[in-house]
Nanobody
């Protein structure tokens, strides 16, 4: 199986930035489609951003388009999420997810992913 460990969360003021990381192990990282999700208290787990196995395609939720950027470094087996212009509404636990695929499509629903990290807390103060 695939093991995923998120890091980089913390407390930041509105307008600030954070960079989240997700370290993967257990499978060849370059064969994984990857994504980021987030869940605030009382809410469902929502899609944030996804990236294809080849890293040639990305997809973002409308709420973060233009503010967040997903990327991957296959040599380091690591997924990243750059969070800019943060707002209090971005406060949530952020999770990375993975699925072994043979296609180069971006996966944008939680049901499509097989593996999940434990999450990292992002808190944005006003």
């Amino acid at each position: 199986q695939v093991q995923l460990v998120e890091s980089g969360g913390g407390l930041v003021q509105a307008g600030g930035s954070l960079r989240l990381s997700c370290a993967a192990s257990g499978r060849t990282f370059s064969l994984l489609a990857m994504g980021w999700f987030r869940q605030a208290p009382g809410n469902k787990r929502d899609f944030v951003a996804g990236i294809s196995r080849s890293s040639g395609a990305t997809y973002y939720a409308d709420s973060v388009q233009g503010r967040f950027a997903i990327s991957r470094d296959n040599a380091k087996n690591t997924l990243y999420l750059q969070l800019n212009s943060l707002e209090p509404e971005d406060t949530a636990v952020y999770y990375c997810a993975a699925r072994t695929v043979t296609s180069k499509a971006v996966l944008s629903t939680a049901h499509e992913y097989d593996y999940w990290g434990q999450g990292t807390q992002v808190t944005v103060s006003s």
